[in-house]
Every structure is written in structure tokens, then in C-alpha cells.
């Protein structure tokens, strides 16, 4: 058990032959993900990484069954790549691209939901499930085998916890980047739903950051529904008003969306809200032996 | 992004969405062919900077003459505009926009921005115009009218009703104001907008609506498919460092504390400045060298912190993925090398070749390189090295 991916998920890449494409395919497959093809308009019948090509994710899904996407194409083409995928079948999408305009992200959102599918992302390092699938551009050597579930808004703060956890003689289940900006596919709740409902996973750590509310929503939801023990960090406490830090997402706007106010519903939800971002492992331990 | 005022009214303008007729002018001696230009016997001038609250802080004033126009305009032109947003050293003004006097009966309000709980641009609506819309929103919420709408529809007619009946407009201006908070829609819309805020939006004696401020800033993101926006951007308005390093792909905010910070990601660059405050320090900026940082965007990366003459410190805090330590490990050797770095660095790098990057940096002769094991440690000592102890 695991969530949304694992060693029977059915992996095509969408941007297969593009550099980013051929890079982080190259190290799922390395992982062993099970990438059953790709694909790329106009490079179809040809063979990539050992793998068929396709010109369309109808035909990917027809000839290789997959069920599951990574999406690397450019920012102008991820919508489109996204309602693609979704159209066809496709049930978890992760789509890794950066920057793509949020008008286009809130219509693809809507299809994909329409069609009973999964999104993650856009702008994320994507979906592990430890020594079983990586469905995303993460180091996969991090993320050690366990039972801690990982959600989180950022890239490199999901390694450094992941190997906290992992250096606290702990390990991961199934950890998933979110993304950081304004509109994502899966949220917070979206996720606490499906691991509260996994037997292998103990704990749910999550990594939040300022910006928006759904870190607060999340909370209300935590109160009333999970009854794993969850711990959490926002990142963001030192941040400025107004200002962008990184994420198109992470920007406190007037009084709303700072850490203070993030860390203080998930603390009066029950959550183990941690201060310093050097905390989480050890607090996870700990949380496990109450 | 955002624009000044006067460049969201020329793109109101595109689509019939009604304002005052003016002229952005830069120089005091164009201050009266422009008011002559613009017609009328009543103008105001008005600061044009990338903050609210002009008004209060003296940007913002009312001529009754050609010269009193001109006599405006020159005080206005070179003064340093200090208002709630624009911090303590205010803005130099470098642009005016003189704009025809409207006969005002009611001031109203009307924006559009993206809610993200919702996921759904709303467009809102108040009766309490010209004043803060942060401060009637926490002090009389039902005072806002908001309704969502959906890209897949578009703006209805009923979207027009729910906002026009909240305001109490009578037959005849609900008819004006639906044409118009159509138009603003496709404003917000086609433009890729993520804010457009008209405050106050004036219902003249003659009963039309006029959009007398204009707001917007843009989804960066969809800059590329709006070159028209992009050249839109001033950089007067932006901090030079912050420009410099989006050039090269870094991602940079200054700060005002003491030890500069150089991290690989938002997220981590946000909690190493937060661990920085727990261990007594201040940081000095964000940096986020991204996801691909190499030896060049590491020796950049130094270069604009160290313009920051308060740094007495740098933590590199590089988590490796696909970015190798060893690679940013020699990164930091090459920019000493090239660039004098006086002040003490702390160097944590884990993950990917960090065991061949702490050997990099171990047999490197420099002094001031001080290598750390993990988070809580590199803070520690940076905060300690800042202190000077």
C-alpha cells in the first residue's frame, strides 16, 4: 500500500524526448518506475530510452494501458498536455512544468476533475512512492523506505525532510510535492484524505509555506477527519508583505496568508506544528512514540 | 507585474471600459499643452509610482487653471512620495498623468482578482468607494458583493444583476453598469490580469460609470503570449538587485538583517532565513538559486550579496538532487576566487556528491570557509559569525 503510485502504476511521459523529458525519465526508469512509453507529437514509431514513442496520448493509452502521467513539456503546451492526458483516461497526472499561466491551470484543473482523474502539480517535484515508483524529478536515493506520508508545497525542503525523517532511523511512504503556486491540482486535504485511508502510513508530515489558505483549510479538516498524528512546518515566518518569495504562490497579501496564522490553526487543530525547519525529524519520532 | 495607472487606463480604454480623458507627461514644461490638450476647466495631476495611498501623501492634486496645472505638476515631478505602501524612503516620482475633472455623485468600488480557496476570478463590488477595500473588507464585510465566475461561461448578465442590485443602483444605471463590469471582465481576462481594481469607480451627475483610478498587475506567468504588457514594465519601480538577479536566473529579495543566504529552492531558501531568526540572527536577503544551480549562478549569486554592504556573513545552504554538491562546491571556490569574499561562509551541502563536495571544499586553502553538517548547525554558526565571535 502507498498512495496514487506504485510498482503496478502504468507510466507514459509526456515530453519524452525533450531534454528535461529524457533526463528524468531516464532516472524514474532508473528508480524502476514502471515507464511502459512516451510521448511526443511528431516522433511516434520510434523508440526512446528503450521505450515506444507516441504522437498522442490516445495512442499511448491505447497500445500500453498506462495510467499514469508525467508531464515535462514546455509551460505554453502543459495545459493542453494536461486536459490530453485527462481526456484519454489518464487517472494520476503530474505535471513538473513551471510557469504555466494560471488562467490555463483553473481550466485544466476543472477538466481533469470532470473526468475523475488526480493532478499534481503544476510547478512540483512530483510523486515517490519509496523503492516502488518515482513519478516525478526528485532524488530518489532521499527517500528511504517507511511509514511517515509527505505532502509538501516546495522541492528541496521535501529532500531535506524526507532525509530528517529518514536520519530519525524513520522512512517514507508516499511523499508528494504539491507546488507552490496559486492554483495546484491536488491540495493538502485532497491528499490527508487518501492517507488516512492507507494502512502503511503512520504519520503525515506537512511542509506548508505563506501564501493563500490552504494550509488553514486544512487544518479545519485535520480537526474533524484524521486521526493519524500529523506534524507540520510553514516555511515563511521571516517573509515580508508583498513580496514574492520564489513560488508565484508565496506571497503574503495584506494580513492573510502569513505563517503565523498557518501554524497557529494547525496547532489548535492538533497538529505538532514545528518551529525550526531542523525539528522535523526528530518531532516525527517523537509523535510516533506517544 | 504590475503597471501604473495611467497604463491601465490606456488598456481600459481598448475595451470600452470608460475613463477620464489625460495625458502622462514627464516633464513640468508639458504640463499645459497637455491640460490645453485634454480640454475642460477642472484637471487633476497625479503621481504616477506602483503604490496606493497617493492621495495622502501629496501626489494627487486639483488644478482650476492651465497654470495651477503646470504649478502642480512641477511640485509633484521629482518629490519622493512616501505613502502606507511604499516604506519609509518613498518613491521618487518621475511621471505625472494630468486627467480631466468628473462631476462626481457617488463613488463606488469594483474589482477582479483571482480567489485561490475558490479557484475562480471574482469580481467585487461596494458602495464604500475611495477608501481602503482591506479596510472595509475587515471592518464592514457585507459591504463587499462578490460573485464568481467561471472561465468555461464567462461574465453572465446575472453576475452583472447580483453585483449591480448589491449596489442599490436604480433601473436606468444597472443597465450602464453591466456594460461596463462586462468590459472589465474581458480586461481581467484576455490580459491575464491577476488583479484589476478601480477604486473609486465614480457615477457622474449624467449617470454614467467612469473608471476615475485603475489597478493592475499580471500573471507573470502569461507574459509571454502579452508582449504588448511586458514593455509596460518599469524598472524605475523595481529594486535593481532584484532585476539583475532574475536575470541570471536567481530569484532574490533583500532583506534587513546581517547574514546573506544562498539556497537552492524557495521553500528551503524561506526556512533558512526562519532558522537564521531562531538562532538570534537576521537575514540579509532570499536568494533562490533554482533547481539547476551551477558553479556560474553560485559565483552571481555572491556577487549580489555581497553588494549588500550590511552582510557580515553568508550561509550556503544547498540541499543536492539533481544539483551535484561537488559541482557547487568548486561553484564557491571559482567565484572566491574572482570575487573578493571577505566575510566569513558557512557551507552546508547534503544530498547528491555532498561527501566529494565537504572533501572539495576541506582541502581548498581558503580561511574564511567554515563547513557545517546540517541545517541547525550551518545556522548556528553563521549567526556566530555574523556576531563576529
Same mark, same amino acid.
Given at each position: 500500500m502507498s498512495i496514487l503510485v506504485n510498482k503496478s502504476s502504468r507510466v507514459i511521459v509526456q515530453g519524452f524526448t525533450g531534454k528535461e523529458g529524457t533526463f528524468h525519465a531516464e532516472q524514474c526508469i532508473a528508480y524502476g518506475?514502471?515507464?511502459?512509453g512516451g510521448v511526443t507529437p511528431g516522433k511516434g514509431d520510434q523508440t526512446h530510452l528503450g521505450r515506444p514513442v507516441f504522437n498522442t496520448v490516445k495512442e499511448a493509452v491505447k497500445a500500453t494501458d498506462a495510467d499514469t502521467s508525467l508531464i515535462l513539456v514546455p509551460p505554453a503546451f502543459a495545459a493542453d498536455a494536461v486536459i490530453e492526458a485527462a481526456a484519454m483516461g489518464i487517472k494520476v497526472i503530474v505535471c513538473i512544468t513551471e510557469g504555466i499561466p494560471t488562467r490555463d491551470v483553473i481550466v485544466a484543473k476543472k477538466f481533469v476533475d470532470k473526468h475523475n482523474a488526480t493532478l499534481v502539480g503544476p510547478n512540483c517535484p512530483g510523486i515517490i512512492t519509496a523503492d516502488e515508483a518515482k513519478v516525478g524529478i526528485m532524488p530518489g536515493f532521499v527517500f528511504k523506505k517507511g511509514t511517515i506520508g509527505l505532502i509538501s508545497k516546495s522541492g528541496t525542503l521535501t529532500y531535506e525532510m524526507a532525509n530528517q525523517v529518514v536520519l530519525a532511523g524513520l522512512g517514507i511512504s508516499t511523499a508528494i510535492g504539491i507546488g507552490g503556486d496559486p492554483i495546484i491540482g491536488s491540495t493538502i486535504i485532497d491528499l490527508l484524505k487518501l492517507f488516512e485511508k492507507d494502512i502503511e502510513t503512520e504519520a503525515i508530515v506537512i511542509i506548508g509555506e505563506i501564501g493563500g489558505d490552504m494550509e488553514i483549510q486544512a487544518a479545519e479538516y485535520i480537526k474533524e477527519n484524521i486521526t493519524k498524528p500529523v506534524v507540520a512546518f510553514i516555511a515563511g515566518s521571516t517573509a515580508p508583505k508583498g513580496k514574492r518569495m520564489g513560488h508565484a504562490g508565496a506571497i503574503i497579501a495584506g494580513s492573510k496568508g502569513t505563517a503565523q496564522e498557518k501554524k497557529n490553526a494547525l496547532a489548535k487543530a492538533g497538529v505538532t506544528v514545528v518551529d525550526s525547519p531542523a525539528d522535523i525529524g526528530v518531532k516525527v519520532r517523537e509523535v510516533l512514540n506517544k | 507585474m504590475n503597471i501604473h495607472e495611467y497604463q491601465a487606463k490606456q488598456i481600459f480604454a481598448k475595451y470600452d471600459v470608460l475613463i477620464p480623458k489625460g495625458k502622462m507627461i514627464e516633464k513640468a514644461e508639458d504640463a499645459k499643452d497637455a491640460a490645453r490638450e485634454i480640454g475642460g476647466n477642472i484637471w487633476v495631476v497625479k503621481a504616477q509610482i506602483h503604490a496606493g495611498g497617493r492621495g495622502k501623501g501629496g501626489g494627487v492634486k486639483l488644478a482650476r487653471s492651465i497654470d495651477e496645472v503646470e504649478k502642480n505638476a512641477s511640485e509633484i515631478l521629482g518629490m519622493t512620495l512616501i505613502t502606507h505602501q511604499t516604506g519609509p524612503a518613498g518613491k521618487l516620482v518621475k511621471k505625472v498623468y494630468i486627467e480631466a475633472g468628473v462631476d462626481i455623485k457617488e463613488e463606488l468600488y469594483l474589482g477582479m482578482v483571482l480567489d485561490r480557496a475558490k479557484e475562480l476570478p471574482v469580481m467585487m463590488a461596494s %458602495? &464604500? +468607494? +475611495?477608501? &481602503?477595500i482591506e479596510k472595509v473588507a475587515t471592518e464592514m464585510p457585507e459591504k463587499i458583493i462578490k460573485v464568481e465566475i467561471d472561465p468555461l461561461t464567462g461574465f453572465q448578465g446575472y453576475h452583472a444583476r447580483e453585483l449591480a442590485f448589491g449596489l442599490n443602483l436604480s433601473k436606468e444605471q444597472i443597465k450602464e453598469f453591466g456594460k461596463f463590469a462586462k468590459a472589465l471582465y474581458k480586461v481581467y481576462t484576455l490580459n491575464d490580469a491577476s488583479l484589476v481594481e478601480i477604486n473609486p469607480l465614480v457615477l457622474t451627475a449624467d449617470d454614467k460609470f467612469i473608471a476615475l483610478d485603475a489597478k493592475m498587475g499580471f500573471d507573470d506567468n502569461a507574459l509571454f503570449r502579452h508582449p504588448d504588457i511586458s514593455e509596460m514594465r518599469d524598472l524605475d519601480e523595481e529594486d535593481p538587485a532584484e532585476i539583475e538577479a532574475n536575470n541570471y536566473g536567481l530569484s532574490y529579495v533583500k532583506l534587513d538583517g546581517n547574514v546573506g543566504c544562498m539556497v537552492n529552492g524557495a521553500g528551503l531558501a524561506m526556512s533558512t532565513m526562519d532558522i537564521i531568526k531562531l538562532e538570534g540572527g537576521e537575514p540579509a536577503n532570499f536568494l533562490d538559486v533554482g533547481g539547476k544551480a551551477s558553479a556560474s549562478t553560485v559565483a552571481k549569486g555572491f556577487e549580489i550579496i555581497l553588494k549588500d554592504p550590511n552582510v557580515k556573513a553568508i550561509l550556503v545552504n544547498i540541499f543536492g538532487g539533481i544539483v551535484r554538491c561537488d559541482r557547487i562546491a568548486n561553484g564557491i571556490l571559482e567565484a572566491t576566487e574572482t570575487t573578493k569574499v571577505e566575510v566569513p561562509i558557512v557551507v552546508r551541502l547534503d544530498g547528491t556528491n555532498a561527501k566529494e563536495a565537504i572533501e572539495i571544499i576541506g582541502n581548498s586553502?581558503? %580561511?574564511?570557509i567554515i563547513s557545517a553538517t546540517d541545517l541547525g548547525d550551518a545556522a548556528r554558526k553563521v549567526v556566530k559569525a555574523a556576531k563576529g565571535a
Open positions: 518506475t514502471n515507464v511502459v | %458602495t &464604500e +468607494g +475611495g477608501v &481602503e586553502n581558503l %580561511t574564511n
